[in-house]
């Protein structure tokens, strides 16, 4: 047999298309379709590539393409999602900056955490930024670009700089006002762990109190990036007595510096100074705040100063208590000038942060950084580093300052890769699933030995009916040999329950 191929079927309707100003009206039948389809095709590419460049000419092509600009690059940089806990601050890709007027770019190497970025991630410092933003006051690296109108900057120039915010990310273009070029000699992570800390306290011994020989001061916080700095800078004025509080945990590591001569724990650091000195101290350096101010006030011979440069008693959870910010304020007593004239005692303050960005103390800054470097090239102070962190880690780097677990100051470093996570442990069962999946398993066993019990009746019947189908053979051989015997009648299948005769009933009744 001959086999044929129907063609499809076309259908004749043709198609047209609606005439708009731009383009004709064209009726496609089956018949040009099958005749004109190679003409048409290279007819709608030329138009499809006039439509696309718009009758361009080469030169108009070739500008076209130059105006096509490349996708943003980004960088990583930590950035703050929203006021409150550790989740809020993230990872996250960011466009790379580009330096404006009076601005130059920097490739950072070393980002400095200090308390103050605590506070700024709950929300607890006036001016708080909108979020999101990117975090951090303090970083070093090299300069990647200049804008215009710098002056004493040039790519490559190894610098260290303190922005309002962004400095932890791996660019960041900061105003010249706040860059410092560092010492050839000096590492990205001593500049991020020297310039803040060290700046703070130059300017509390040396400008506000104007430290001098035989004096004696207690310290708060002693350990911290700050007290460290605190303690080297005292130490190049001869016969100062430290009066060191903070935690017991960290009196050994300290006592094995030799730069303290006491040490008290925090928790009745007033009755410890009373025991040893009945007259109280010279100055009280706090970062505290609270009830602290009271009880430093309290301690201050006659001809005393107080500073306080911090308010880290606010900080009490991962996240802002109002409870906290008011109980911190409102346990301080309101000192009149007529009591501080009455009592030859003197109270002072400072915020770096208010000097450097509200007040334009650029210029004052600036004279002090190149103090604070000469004195490290003398070999007078050194920068002490707790540890460095990935910036992945910045949260866990948080977790250790708030917990007042460091020792100096703590680094975040960018080329730093982040620490293994650790493997999420399996959830322990309830009582009611670990009896269930018991009962589960003894079920599948009572089910396995069943099956086996069965496939062994089922062998055992199989050999019985073997056994049966023999026998009977036998027997009805013989029967047919004796002629006493005859092949049993089977039965025929019972159809009368759906109510129909068999074929052999219907013969007897007709």
């Known amino acids: 047999m001959t086999e044929t191929t129907e063609a499809p079927v076309v259908a004749q309707t043709a198609e047209t298309k609606t005439p708009s100003p731009t383009t004709e009206t064209a009726v496609v039948t089956p018949a040009e379709n099958g005749h004109a389809e190679g003409g048409d095709a290279k007819v709608a590419a030329a138009a499809g590539e006039e439509q696309t460049n718009g009758g361009a000419t080469p030169d108009e092509k070739a500008k076209a393409e130059e105006k096509k600009e490349d996708p943003p690059k980004e960088m990583r940089a930590v950035v703050l999602t929203g006021f409150g806990g550790f989740k809020n601050v993230k990872i996250l890709k960011k466009p790379e900056p580009s330096p404006q007027a009076g601005e130059v770019l920097i490739r950072v190497k070393a980002c400095g955490l200090n308390f103050q970025d605590l506070m700024v991630r709950l929300g607890a410092i006036d001016s708080p930024p909108k979020t999101p933003t990117i975090l951090g006051f303090e970083c070093a690296g090299e300069i990647e670009a200049v804008g215009e109108e710098v002056e004493g900057f040039k790519v490559g120039d190894r610098v260290v700089a303190l ?46 109190v104007s430290l001098r020989e035989g004096k004696s001061m207690l310290l708060h916080s002693v350990g911290g990036g700050v007290g460290q700095a605190i303690v080297q800078l005292v130490r190049t004025v001869p016969n100062v007595t430290i009066f060191g509080v903070c935690s017991k945990s960290k009196h050994e590591a300290l006592a094995a510096t030799g730069l303290i001569d006491h040490l008290i724990d925090r928790t009745d650091y007033v009755n410890e100074v009373r025991k040893i000195t009945t007259e109280g101290v010279d100055i009280v350096m706090d970062c505290l705040c609270g009830e602290e101010c009271n009880r430093g006030y309290g301690l201050l011979k006659p001809m005393g100063k107080y500073i306080l440069y911090g308010s880290s008693n606010v900080v009490t959870g991962e996240t802002k208590s109002f409870f906290s910010v008011a109980r911190s304020w409102w346990q301080v007593d309101k000192v009149s000038p007529i009591k501080l004239f009455d009592e030859n005692k003197s109270l002072g303050g400072f915020n770096l942060r208010h000097l450097l960005y509200q007040q334009d103390g650029s210029e004052y800054v600036r004279s002090t950084v190149d103090k604070i470097f000469g004195l490290w090239k003398e070999g007078k102070i050194k920068p002490v580093v707790d540890s460095a962190w990935a910036l992945e880690d910045v949260a866990e780097a948080m977790q250790k300052m708030h917990d007042r677990k460091n020792i100096g100051k703590l680094v975040l470093d960018p080329s730093m890769e982040p620490k293994p996570k650790p493997a999420t442990p399996a959830k322990s069962k309830s009582k009611k699933q670990a009896s269930e999946d018991k009962g589960g398993k003894k079920d599948k066993d009572d089910d396995k030995k069943s099956a086996e019990n069965g496939s062994g009746d089922e062998k055992k019947e199989g050999d019985t009916a073997e056994e049966a ?8 051989g013989a029967a047919q040999v004796n002629g006493d015997g005859a092949p049993e009648k089977k039965e025929e299948p019972v159809a009368a329950t759906n109510g129909d005769a068999t074929e052999s009933e219907k013969k007897e009744s007709s």
């Not at 960041?172 to 703070?200: G, R, S």
Request: charged share 20%; glycine share 2%; net charge negative.
């Open 469 to 476: 189908k023999t026998n009977g053979d036998a027997e009805e």
């Open 163 to 208: 922005p309002e915010f962004r400095a932890w990310s791996e660019l960041v273009a900061v105003p010249t006002k706040y860059v410092y070029h560092i010492p050839e000699e000096m590492t990205f992570q001593d500049a991020a762990a020297i310039v803040m800390n060290y700046l703070v306290a130059y300017i509390l011994i040396f400008d506000l």
